[in-house]
């Protein structure tokens, strides 16, 4: 076998698993239209047909200590971290085995331990301020992770969008943001509310590499992705990918896209990344018939065995309502160290600390105090922690009463 030579190469096996996570996200899709028609499934179905190469071929590069958070038309990336395709059917089933507990209708599940998945946050752009902080967060604790979300073309026209890249940018954070810009946000035309023919030149405005790239051409996707994430491992900073592909459906089940104009369909549906995919692959000699065949009779085996355990599973009790809902103990908050601590502490942390701020920015003459008086007078701090002091000691032994009333309590009332 003679592949094309790839900056990133990829073994034959992972040439096959692309396809093989692909296509299960292809008919894993089909699989829920039809549920859907049965009324099986609870609230809105967002299709991701026609992004399947975007979503899988972005996910495939990262390992498994990465972290991604996921929107609704990347459930190849969810497959591609772990997830099976009846934690998916039994979330849109809101079935008590899905992941949570059927609590919710859609895709808003992660999983923090394992597989390293944020839950998705519904409101379009919040995901970038919030993977930034957990790339920051990583590199702190010295885990070498990237982290990596996705955004449509319309998510990217958000506040939380330009923040988050700009916090991304500013604070080098081993993040890779993906732009699907699959050309429309519901039945608005990217032309209509961006005002740039690549998205992906919005990086410019952070002083961050941007790519373009064929998000119909799972290869070509990998390769940009994984330059992107390695960029990002070795410390350079976010990247921005545009990958650039269509929504094949309406927005959600319930649109039928009318307002597409038809040869727009036609011009993509030519550029379907399975058929172009399924071409490559032959083409380059990596399968023939029969690895084909067999790729798809395992994908058939095991959606029919997870749409029937997904069917099994029957819709959460009414008491199930009010669990869970409030952390009882249910989980613990611990910082994975992954490097000495005190490698951020001094004397070792390379960034000194610089929190000493002389006469607190000299409040006491914006007060009109003369400047001598002010110099001398004790810091706040030194005073809200005389008074704590001093009334720990007036409470009566055992009392019960804090021993440290709350800093605001403790300051004089002139400066509040
Ligand atoms: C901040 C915010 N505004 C509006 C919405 C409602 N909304 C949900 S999806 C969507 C369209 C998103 O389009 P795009 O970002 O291009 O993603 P696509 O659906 O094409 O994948 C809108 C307007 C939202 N969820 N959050
Ligand atoms: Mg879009």
């Not at 301020?129 to 449509?152: C, D, E, N, S």
């Not at 008491?319 to 989980?331: D, K, P």
């Not at 390379?350 to 009109?368: E, Y």
């Amino acid at each position: 076998m003679t592949l094309p030579e790839m900056k990133y190469p990829l073994s034959r096996d992972q040439l096959l698993d692309l396809y093989y996570f692909m296509k299960l996200t292809r008919e894993l899709d089909e699989q829920l239209v039809r549920l859907f028609r049965q009324n099986k499934v609870v609230g809105g179905l967002y299709s991701s047909i026609g992004q399947e190469a975007s979503a899988v071929g972005t996910a495939y590069t990262l390992e498994k200590r990465d972290w991604i958070a996921p929107m609704i038309r990347n459930v190849g990336g969810l497959l591609v971290k772990g997830f099976r395709p009846r934690d998916i059917l039994m979330q849109y089933m809101a079935r008590s085995g899905a992941p949570t507990g059927g609590k919710d209708g859609t895709s808003h599940f992660g999983d923090l331990q394992d597989r390293h998945v944020v839950s998705p946050i519904s409101m379009l752009g919040d995901l970038i301020p919030v993977m930034t902080g957990v790339a920051m967060g990583g590199r702190y604790l010295g885990q070498k992770i990237v982290t990596m979300t996705w955004i449509g073309d319309g998510g990217t026209s958000t506040g939380a969008f330009h923040e988050g890249m700009n916090l991304a940018a500013a604070q080098h954070a081993p993040f890779v943001c993906v732009v699907e810009n699959n050309q429309w946000a519901y039945s608005t035309p990217v032309a209509r509310q961006v005002p740039l023919k690549n998205l992906a030149d919005r990086a410019r405005a952070y002083g961050i590499p941007g790519y373009v790239v064929d998000g119909n051409d799972v290869i070509a996707v990998y390769q940009a992705t994984k330059e992107a994430v390695e960029l990002a491992r070795r410390g350079e900073g976010p990247v921005l990918v545009e990958s650039k592909t269509m929504r094949m459906k309406g927005h959600a089940q319930h649109d039928p896209a009318g307002y597409v104009p038809p040869e727009m369909f036609e011009y993509w549906k030519a550029r379907d990344p399975l058929a172009l995919y399924e071409k490559w692959l032959t083409e380059n000699k990596v399968w023939d018939k029969k690895a084909k065949d067999e790729i798809e009779a395992r994908i058939e085996r095991e959606l029919k065995e997870d749409i029937e355990i997904a069917e099994a599973s029957p819709l959460p009790n009414a008491e199930e309502a009010e669990r869970g809902v409030y952390c009882e103990g249910c989980h613990t908050i611990e910082a994975h160290w992954e490097r000495p601590i005190a490698e951020v502490q001094p004397p070792k942390a390379s960034v000194q600390p610089v929190w000493t701020v002389p006469d607190f920015g000299a409040l006491n003459n914006a007060r009109g105090s003369a400047p001598a008086a002010a110099a001398s007078a004790p810091d706040d701090g030194a005073r809200a922690e005389a008074h704590s002091n001093s009334s720990a000691k007036s409470a009566p032994a055992g009392s019960g009463a804090p021993k440290r009333p709350a800093r605001a309590e403790a300051r004089p009332k002139g400066r509040r």
